[in-house]
């Protein structure tokens, strides 16, 4: 039996929602009825803005509109801060403009300097919660003036960080702002360690991910239900950065290394920021092939080492509930 702990808690507040549960921002996973579905559960979902638009086909605006058909509850934004290309700075400005306008308060940024989401969203008294795997990162936002720091840490799906979820509430608690652990989570168990940590919330991903709403398929989430942690492996193959993926038996067949020529791409001053754009279109075209299992190619699933408590196929809402009544 475990102590009760408070789920009124500073993200609560911040947010404006029922339980200190974020649905992390998913490519491709987070289409727009389990964005939905986690915030009506009283949670917040994110919406990522390339999943909504290339994998669900939504224009930008429609697809906010359709999502808030599903649900009247908040839902927030993912902007990935990208230096390397104007043309894509320019389209994630137009999307948190369009955001705004649709009533979105609640920003997650990750990587470079999220000054300018800073700067858009405190005009309509909107949060911005940053992305941060070091303390020097956690900085370099707190600097731009986020209002809360996302705990990315080593068991996290995406792209983790190297630290475990104490060390990680060690180094970045004494920072004065709402600290949410992402990585790791999918029990009730683990949601309750987090909080007693002192953790402000949680952001989940990979558990996410088996649930009836999410649109991936069987086979991407029978392949979650039947890893283990040691399945989980980090590779640079997929985007040029490391991200956590289950080790497949065609990811065994082919390694997990990038090619000489893209390493050695990656290391030039210049030649670094065309190799990055490169893997990256390569890796949207490749995990949305994967997601949607329409090609005969490698699969790449993305998943976290929660992978370990990930064991049947629930709704959004049986999840939270289990957290909730846990707690
Ligand atoms: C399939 C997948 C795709 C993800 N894509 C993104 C993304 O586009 N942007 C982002 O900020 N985080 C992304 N993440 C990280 C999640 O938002 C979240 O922080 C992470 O999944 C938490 O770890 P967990 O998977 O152990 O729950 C992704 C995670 C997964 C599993």
């Known amino acids: 039996m475990t102590d009760s702990v408070n789920l009124n808690t500073d993200l609560t507040k911040d947010l404006g929602i029922e339980y200190p549960i974020i649905g992390g921002p998913m490519y491709p996973c987070g289409n727009p009825e ?10 917040i979902g994110v919406v990522q803005p390339i999943t909504l638009t290339y994998v669900n086909n939504y224009e930008f605006r429609a697809g906010l509109r359709y999502i808030k058909s599903l649900s009247n509850k908040p839902i927030g934004m993912n902007a990935l801060i990208e ?21 979105v308060r609640f920003f997650i940024t990750s990587l470079g300097k999220p000054d300018w989401v800073v700067e858009k969203a405190h005009n309509h008294d909107a949060k911005v919660y940053h992305d941060v795997t070091e303390l020097k990162w956690a900085q370099k936002g707190l600097d731009c003036g986020v209002d809360g720091l996302i705990a990315v840490n080593n068991r ?21 702002k709402p600290l949410v652990c992402a990585g790791g989570i999918a029990t009730a168990e683990d949601f309750i360690a987090a909080l007693k940590l002192g953790y402000a919330g949680v ?14 398929s069987e086979l991407y989430k029978q392949a979650i239900l039947d890893a283990t942690e040691k399945d989980i492996v980090m590779t640079e193959k997929v985007t ?23 390493k050695k791409m990656l290391k030039g001053k210049r030649s670094k920021y065309l190799m990055r754009m490169l893997l990256a279109i390569r890796s949207f075209r490749q995990l949305k092939a994967s997601f949607q299992d ?3 190619g490698p699969k790449y699933w993305q ?12 709704t959004v809402d049986d999840i939270i509930q289990s957290f909730v009544k846990a707690a």
């Open 240 to 262: 040029g950065v490391p991200v956590s993926i289950i080790n497949t038996k065609d990811l065994k067949e082919k390694g997990t290394e990038l090619s000489g020529f893209s």
């Open 83 to 103: 230096q390397s290309s104007k043309r894509y700075r320019q389209k994630m400005e137009a999307w948190v403009d369009i955001a705004l306008e649709e009533g």
């Open 156 to 176: 996290a799906g995406g792209h983790a960080g190297k630290r475990d979820m104490r060390e990680l509430y060690e180094l970045l608690s004494g920072q004065g």
């Open 203 to 216: 952001q989940l991903g990979t558990r996410f991910i088996v649930t009836q709403e999410c649109t991936a």
């Open 303 to 314: 998943a976290g080492k929660s992978v370990a408590g990930c064991k049947s196929i629930e």
């Open 294 to 296: 329409n090609s005969k």
């Open 34 to 43: 389990l964005v939905a579905a986690i915030s009506n559960a009283g949670g």
